[in-house]
């Protein structure tokens, strides 16, 4: 890339702030556009159906060169790079080798062609008049990166960090990469940092996976069949548990599909050696009730396709559950999924099974940085400026509270979605844009319209009433769909009601007062015993 002289910047997150989900954050230099992830964000119960919502990216300058940069390979920062690929085509990829691996799939799931470039730590990336440093860090997933985005004609340099723990001792991997800091960031004179603010809530330093070695050492003493759940995409975790049920002499195997998928990308970007561990393919295991088996399962958050449903509901070949089945949840609740959570609980009580979580035994390490962690992470970088990102709107206040009770002579900034920093004014000035819905997304990837979800809203909470009135043979057809089964012995008396106001009431009056007349009718008929009124479509042939 050419380097131009130029310190234009704008900074704006479209998503991910205000909300858990949706990252995406784009730097703005005088010829690029540099956006950094595009994720997904899993919409609440009541949205019917919907797979997913994204940020609306039409609006983006598409006169600038465009390139999206991807920090990890988590959903909610990776999982709408399709659609962006499909807006822009032509547009140049940088992710980190685990992260291309995940992506890769997405896009040859859907015969999508891509421009995607490897990148590691030692790499060096120029847009106009900034150096962007990815930065090594730590957290639940292999390969992730923060930023460092430094000024070379001004004495500036920005810190993102979205999602990081501040580990210097992982298991697996290097620590978190503070000399990089050091050389290019903390000597700058404007240090704005933008960190996350997940875990806020959290007093403590946030443990190492390291840590959890010995609680998986003393489950696998027990002569038990053990499921264990956690996210899939937490690599080490899973390596930790299989390197640990090596030593103890345990059989491994794997229920979900997106297990074997993770594990498969992790093994073709030489994260993880399947073969140096006895996990056998499930249809290949010979005794499914052997205690030393030990089962890596999907659906740790309750989700209805997870594995751990399918076992809990009986429905997972070759499963039974008896009283002494083990059941190990390596996660915590993400907020909203407790009751199905506890659900799952329940249903293993019912059994007489055990249950081992992370309130009774060290077997789940954050991602996020607590408090703890934030300070240690703070004192090294020093930052002049702090604007809180990656978490709901009350986290963010909680942080801002937090620096500004710790480090008074930090200025703090609360920055929302559809707000920016430009850095044409020392050291920058906030600017508001219109806001975007996000597009909801359901199906095979399509975009469904808020009015449609309004439909179903209707149709789910209110049943469907269908009329067909040919008038020709003066024959009436009605369909009722969601309704109690009431309903039916008041049909007949509602096809007289059509029936009189079809070819007597109204029989002179245009076609469409008719069929409005009718349909308004129907619904005031149903109220009668129903307490509400069904949506209803009338059909005139």
Request: net charge negative; with cysteine; glycine share 4%.
């Amino acid at each position: 890339m050419t380097k131009q002289t130029n310190s234009f910047l704008r900074i704006y997150p479209l998503g991910g702030v205000g909300e858990i989900g949706s990252n995406m954050t784009v730097f703005e230099t005088e010829n690029y556009n540099i956006v950094v992830d595009y994720g997904i964000l899993f919409p609440y119960e009541d949205f019917f159906d919907i797979n997913y919502l994204i940020v609306d990216i039409s609006d983006l300058n598409t006169k600038k060169e465009t390139v999206l940069f991807i920090t990890h390979g988590h959903e909610d920062h990776i999982g709408a790079v399709h659609h962006f690929v499909k807006e822009y085509p032509q547009t140049q990829i940088y992710a980190p080798e685990f992260a291309t691996a995940l992506i890769r799939r997405k896009l040859e799931h859907r015969k999508l062609p891509a421009k995607i470039k490897i990148y590691t730590e030692i790499d060096v990336f120029e847009f106009d008049d900034y150096e962007l440093h990815p930065l090594h860090v730590t957290h639940s997933i292999p390969d992730t990166y923060g930023i460092i985005l430094k000024c070379t004609s001004e004495s500036r340099a920005i810190l993102f960090i979205s999602d990081f723990k501040f580990d210097l001792n992982p298991m697996f991997e290097k620590p978190f990469e503070i000399q990089k800091l050091k050389d290019h960031y903390t000597s700058q004179k404007d240090r704005i940092a933008f960190l996350d603010s997940t875990n806020i809530l959290t007093p403590d330093k946030t443990i190492s996976e390291s840590e959890l070695t010995e609680g998986f050492e003393e489950i696998f003493t027990r002569k038990q069949r053990t499921f264990i759940t956690m996210f899939s995409s937490n690599i080490y975790r899973m390596k930790n548990i299989l390197e640990t049920a090596k030593r103890s002499g345990k059989k491994i195997t794997t229920i979900g599909r997106s297990i074997g998928a993770y594990l498969s990308a992790a093994e073709e970007s030489a994260l993880i050696d399947l073969k140096e561990y006895p996990i056998v393919d499930f249809d290949a295991v010979l005794n499914y009730e052997d205690p030393n088996l030990v089962l890596l399962v999907t659906g740790s958050q309750g989700e209805f396709l997870g594995a751990m449903r399918r076992i809990l509901n009986g429905d997972q070949k070759n499963i039974t559950l008896n009283e002494n089945d083990l059941f190990v949840f390596s996660s915590k609740p993400i907020p909203g999924n407790e009751k199905k959570i506890y659900r799952m609980y329940n249903q293993i009580a019912e059994v007489g099974a055990s249950i081992l979580n992370f309130r009774e035994m060290k077997i789940h390490a954050s991602g996020h940085p607590g408090q703890e962690d934030l300070k240690a992470l703070i004192d090294i970088a020093n930052p002049t400026d702090y604007i809180p990102i990656h978490g709901e709107t009350y986290f963010l206040r909680k942080h801002i509270d937090f620096i500004n009770m710790h480090y008074p002579h930090i200025k703090t900034y609360f920055l929302e979605n559809f707000q920016g920093l430009d850095f044409s004014k020392s050291p920058f000035a906030f600017f508001n844009f219109d806001q975007k819905e996000p597009l909801l997304i359901h199906g095979d990837d399509i975009v469904i319209e808020r009015e449609k979800i309004s439909e179903r809203r209707k149709l789910a909470c209110n049943g469907l009433v269908m009329i067909s009135i040919n008038l020709k043979n003066q024959n009436i057809s009605i369909t009722t769909k969601g309704l109690p089964t009431l309903v039916d012995t008041n049909v007949p008396l509602h096809k007289d009601l059509v029936h009189e106001q079809a070819f007597n009431k109204f029989k002179n009056r245009d076609h469409d007062y008719t069929t409005e007349q009718i349909r308004i009718s129907s619904r005031t008929f149903y109220h009668q015993f129903l307490g509400y009124k069904p949506i209803v479509i009338v059909h005139m042939l």
